[in-house]
């Protein structure tokens, strides 16, 4: 079974990640797509989060690090896959996940899979780890140690 996790993961963190290393053993593969959405502005560039997801996840033989900019469902036909996986952190991220799961599904994409954060990681987000890392704050507790360095440079632009 082939699942596309999408996201932005600007920046990714360790609730992403352990999303993503969980997942590579319950599926053959895992394609992490960055979405790229040329009306934002990111602070880290395009290919700045495809390089550190990368290097995050290189070890992990069954998962796949790519970018696009279209419909979700039209890359889930492209990639043949399977489903669509998202993470859960709490009953907001649910209900926000489930109306979106209804969409693609009525785009064609037949199932959204869900994988509950650990706990140690539900208080994490891209936001907050952006956040701490544009005022400055040290944010090697929100991601990997191997990119905590140059996300907070980035930030610091």
Known sequence: ???????SFHP???GHLDIIRRASTLFDEVIVAVMLNPDKHYLLTDED???M???CTREIKNVRV???EGLLADLC???KADAILKGLRDAADYTYEAQM???NRVLGVPETIYITSAPEYRHISS???SDVARHGGNIALFVPEVIAESVGKAFKR
């Not at 079974?1 to 996201?7: A, E, F, T």
């Open 101 to 103: 799961a209804e969409a």
């Open 1 to 7: 079974m082939k699942v596309i996790y999408p996201g």
């Open 53 to 55: 997801l990368r290097e």
């Open 12 to 14: 990714p963190t360790l």
């Open 127 to 129: 936001t907050i780890a």
């Open 77 to 79: 036909a492209r990639e």
């Open 66 to 68: 790519i970018a696009d």
């Open 49 to 51: 989060r495809i390089c």
